[in-house]
């Protein structure tokens, strides 16, 4: 068996495709989405993301704005320029570029955020909404993960999906994502001790943990579908995954591949909750 693999490059270009006939009708309506993007400092992985996020909103017609700031800034400075934005009604989705600077607390800023804003899906009235299966904001990794497995039409009912990692960005929410889909979901962290026996009962294996190929097909059951969610660079500067994605190819039925995977998927889905931040607004 080789697996398929799930360009999620390819999936993201039709769906935006389709965004931008929605924006090009939505425009005729008088409605302009519109995002503003905060980065703060120069992280070359940051720059990196917003440049492709720019792109999709060009492409889209989502008109997107980059507000760069020094490392320096304070927090506070930072709490009155969102503040400011959630006032502002020509602005739809608001987005912190995350990692921030050490001295400014992560949770306080995705807090700040006014909920009908956060197009990141991070703040916890989002998060509460989406764990009690209500329409909301997703975050956007975990919602690219979710319409990747529902357009190849990969069964999710009744499955057993492991997910490798525990973040607050991709692991729990995923998770969260798939248990509203009736998957039963299990967890592996860096505290499981079992986790290759946890992992070879999967039927869907979705890793995030930023460890270069730390699986391989001895922890993959054969016609398993596997996502690999980390971007880790290697010596030679290229990009790898978490998932040694040769070796697991040989067993998996699905696969995706990084780079052309899951990122571009990420991208689009901030690009959708844009556009429905736009619509909610408008008509409410």
């Known amino acids: 068996m080789t697996a398929t693999i799930i360009y999620g490059n390819q999936l993201a270009e039709a769906l935006r495709q389709e965004m931008k006939e929605e924006v090009a009708n939505l425009k005729k309506r008088g409605i302009h989405p519109r995002l503003v993007v905060i980065l703060i400092g120069d992280n070359p992985a940051s720059k990196s993301y917003i440049s492709g996020k720019q792109k999709a909103a060009d492409f889209v017609g989502i008109q997107s704005e980059l507000i760069s700031l020094p490392a320096e800034t304070s927090e506070n400075d930072l709490l009155d320029l969102i503040k400011q934005l959630n006032q502002e009604s020509d602005v739809n989705g608001i987005l912190v570029q995350l990692p921030l600077p050490e001295h400014i607390d992560e949770q306080l800023i995705i807090e700040a955020i006014a909920p009908t804003k956060d197009v990141d899906g991070f703040h916890p009235i989002n998060i509460g909404k989406m764990l009690t299966n209500q329409d909301t904001f997703l975050p956007c990794t975990p919602y690219g993960i979710l319409t990747m497995l529902k357009l190849k039409r990969i069964e999710l009912a009744g499955k057993h999906a492991v997910i490798i990692g525990r973040s607050h960005i991709v692991g729990k929410p995923v998770g969260q994502l798939l248990l509203n889909e ?17 992992v070879q009962l999967a039927d869907i294996v979705i890793v995030a943990v930023g460890r270069a190929n730390m699986i391989d097909h001895s922890y993959i059951k ?33 696969l995706t591949p990084v780079p052309k995977g899951v990122g571009p998927m990420t991208i689009t889905m901030l690009m959708k909750n844009t556009i429905k931040a736009a619509v909610n607004q408008a008509t409410n």
């Open 222 to 254: 054969s016609g398993a579908t596997v996502i690999d969610v980390g971007i880790n660079r290697t010596e030679d500067g290229s990009l790898t995954g978490d998932v040694d994605f040769d070796s697991v190819k040989e067993k998996a039925a699905y």
């Open 182 to 198: 009736h998957a039963t979901v299990t967890y592996c962290h860096s505290k499981t001790s079992n986790m290759k026996e946890i």
